[in-house]
């Protein structure tokens, strides 16, 4: 939001009316959302930190992902919770706007080329009405004046939902769900995966896994809104 639009239409907090601040999210809500801090730079798990430098965790020196990095706003908890289940439950697309602003500062973007969004099955898409990770990636891409491949991935297959499986069997189900169109990333070399949240990355590994098989790109970074502790 520029300053003629707060001067007109000052924040308003979109869960509970009160007065904000920077954005429309009440001080007293965005006080007690949570960062990820001691974590690991790949994949974003708790990791110590040696000589005053993050650390990789155990399980990224075991085996790489195929992602060479991981960015999160929050954590998954508090009003984040609220807003994304909004988004991406009950039809509040608007959502994607108030999420994109509060976590782009702490987002590094230099070098990346394009974000792309974790595509949704067809179905799943015509349900819903819209592709949240897509919202959310268009608002960044405002924001950060980088480019946003929305149609160079899909998703072929309509796996079920992800919220309750193990890490295993999230792994499983997504087995040949995504199909690459390679000459939508031709030249490309940096880009950023875009997604609402992060539980086990498994989504963002095997998305990853695709874009290295079937493009030239060199490095992928996952970008989320918040990640589950």
């Known amino acids: ?69 991981t960015q999160v706003g929050f954590y998954f908890e508090g009003a984040l919770t609220e807003l994304v289940y909004g988004l991406k439950y009950h039809q509040k697309p608007e959502y994607a706007r108030l999420l994109a602003e509060m976590t782009v500062a702490y987002f590094d973007f230099s070098g990346i080329e394009a974000l792309v969004p974790v595509p949704l099955h067809a179905l799943r898409r015509r349900d819903r009405g819209y592709n949240q990770a897509e919202l959310i990636a268009k608002e960044l891409g405002k924001l950060l004046a980088i480019p946003v491949i929305s149609k160079g991935v899909q998703r072929i297959k309509n796996t079920p939902s992800q919220t309750h499986l193990t890490a295993k069997q999230r792994h499983k189900n997504l087995g040949s769900a995504f199909e690459v ?39 992928i970074e996952a970008w989320a809104i918040a990640k589950t502790k």
């Open 181 to 219: 169109k390679g000459d939508d990333f031709e030249s490309l070399s940096h880009i950023a995966l875009v997604d609402d949240v992060i539980t086990t990355g498994a989504t963002m590994q095997r998305l990853a896994r695709v874009l290295q098989r079937k493009t030239n790109i060199k490095q």
């Open 1 to 69: 939001m520029n300053l003629f639009e707060k001067w007109l239409l000052p924040p308003t907090c979109v869960l509970t009316g009160e007065p904000a601040e920077h954005f429309d999210l009440s001080p007293l809500l965005v006080k007690g959302l949570t960062r990820p801090n001691d974590v690991c730079p790949v994949c974003c798990e708790l990791s110590l930190k040696v000589g005053g430098k993050k650390n990789l965790c155990g399980a990224c020196l075991t085996q790489s992902p195929a992602f060479c990095r």
